[in-house]
C-alpha cells in the first residue's frame, strides 16, 4: 500500500514537473519575437515618430503664422487710430443731434 502510494505521488509530480516545463516553454516561446517581427515593430514606431515629428512642425508653423499676424495687426492698428476715433466722434456727435431733436417730455 505504501509503495502504491508513493508511486501516485511521483506520477503526481512527474505530470506536475512535465505541465509546469510546457507551460514555462510556451511562455519563453510566445515572448520572443523573431527577427522580422522585431522589424516591423521598428519600423511602426519609427512611422509613429515621423508622424508625431510632422504635427510638432506643423502645429510651429502654426504659431508663426499666428505670430506673424498679430504683428502685422499690430503694425495695421496705430495707422487705423486715427479713423476709428473719427468714426466715433461723428457717431457721438449724430447721437447728441438725435438726442436733441427729441420732444421733451
Known amino acids: 500500500m505504501r509503495q502504491l502510494f508513493f508511486t ?6 512527474a505530470i506536475s514537473a512535465t505541465i509546469a516545463g510546457v507551460a514555462i516553454a510556451c ?4 515572448g520572443c519575437n523573431s527577427p522580422a517581427e522585431k522589424e516591423e515593430k521598428a519600423q511602426n514606431d ?12 506643423y502645429e ?3 504659431q508663426a503664422d499666428i505670430e ?3 504683428k502685422t495687426t499690430e503694425i495695421r492698428n496705430p ?4 479713423s476709428i476715433a ?12 438725435r438726442d436733441n431733436k427729441r420732444p421733451s417730455e
Do not use: G
Request: hydrophobic letters at 45%; glycine letters at 0%.
Open 86 to 97: 473719427d468714426i466715433k466722434a461723428r457717431i457721438a456727435q449724430e447721437k447728441n443731434i
Open 60 to 62: 510651429n508653423e502654426y
Open 79 to 82: 495707422s487705423n487710430e486715427e
Open 46 to 57: 519609427a512611422a509613429a515618430i515621423n508622424r508625431r515629428l510632422s504635427i510638432v512642425k
Open 68 to 70: 506673424n499676424e498679430r
Open 8 to 13: 501516485i505521488i511521483i506520477s503526481f509530480t
Open 27 to 30: 511562455i519563453l516561446i510566445s
